[in-house]
């Protein structure tokens, strides 16, 4: 199945009794699962099991959920101390008076006083009520996230497959391209002992001779490393096609087929292998680069 993206982000709006709430959530890469989410004040009981919803959901990732309230919708409620309203009236109108003042005294003198007025904002649904509407919210935002995660993530199986499949034609060429270069490398080191033998005017000993051709052929013998790369090949292919996840598995093949190809470039002994040595180990960085990505 395709690969899952850890980079995604998600929204979705909810109600709550009157109130209108907006939640956000938006994550990237990360080894494991780091979650930071902010909530209003009446909605802070809700923290831990919005957290065990987004560990089951989201899995890996650095996760940001926020959820806001919209102004001016949450109920709210007008507290009138109308003591302190007629105290305060009372306290002007005797201030006028001993200060000589002919003007009436304003209302807006008494209504400005905090003493007077208090809007309180109301919680206007139930603790399990208020949870259950919260953790829709946050669940749908989480599921708009996962979307985009998997929309993303198509865009790196694509990218995956294209390189992978670029190292298998890769290899195949070194398959073919490494015996001719190496047969050439033997014939010059026989080519260059007779020529030394006969400047030394001695003859060279055909045993000898044959002995040091053949240890110099196992040293330039690619084959192991070219069938490691094979399989190493396959079960990439293998894990791209099974369930998440998939990004530590295809990071610890990734270095594995570097470690081959390594050996592989330090035997090359032809300018066509040197290069596509270089080819593979660029198309792993960037298979390495995309499975630090995937979940």
């Keep these: 199945m ?15 009794g009157g109130a209108r709430y907006a939640c956000s959530a938006r994550s990237v890469n990360r ?46 409620r007008v507290d009138v101390d109308e003591g302190a309203a007629v105290a305060l009236w009372d306290a002007y109108r005797r201030i006028a008076v001993a200060v000589g003042a002919t003007a009436e005294v304003p209302l807006s003198a008494v209504l400005s006083s905090p003493d007077v007025l208090r809007v309180v904002r109301e919680d206007a649904v139930a603790g399990p009520e208020r949870a259950q509407a919260a953790l829709a919210g946050v669940r749908a935002a989480a599921a708009d996230l996962l979307a985009m995660r998997e929309r993303e993530g198509a865009e790196l199986t694509r990218d995956v497959v294209g390189r992978l499949d670029a190292i298998r034609a890769a290899v195949d060429r070194i398959r073919v391209e490494a015996p001719a270069a190496n047969r050439a490398l033997l014939d010059r080191a026989a080519q260059r002992a007779r020529q030394v033998a006969a400047a030394a005017s ?4 055909p045993a000898a001779l044959a002995n040091a051709i053949a240890g110099l052929a196992e040293k330039a013998d690619i ?60 198309d792993i960085d960037r298979i390495r680069e995309q499975a630090a990505n995937a979940l």
Excluded at 202 to 205: L, R
């Design 2 to 16: 395709p690969l899952l993206s850890m980079t995604g982000y998600g929204s979705a709006a909810f109600e709550a």
């Design 31 to 76: 080894k494991g699962l780091d979650l930071t989410i902010r909530l209003p004040p009446e909605l802070a009981d809700c923290d831990p099991a919005i957290r065990t919803l987004l560990a089951e959901l989201l899995v890996r990732g650095e996760v940001v959920v926020a959820v806001d309230r919209e102004k001016g919708t949450a109920p709210v």
């Design 202 to 205: 001695v003859e060279a000993d």
């Design 223 to 282: 084959a192991e490393e070219l069938s490691r790369l094979d399989a190493h090949l396959g079960q990439a292919a293998s894990v791209i096609d099974s369930p998440a996840p998939h990004g530590r598995r295809l990071d610890f093949l990734c270095q594995e087929m570097m470690r081959e190809i390594g050996t592989l470039g330090a035997k090359a002994q032809s300018t066509a292998v040197s290069h596509l040595v270089v080819d593979v180990k660029a």
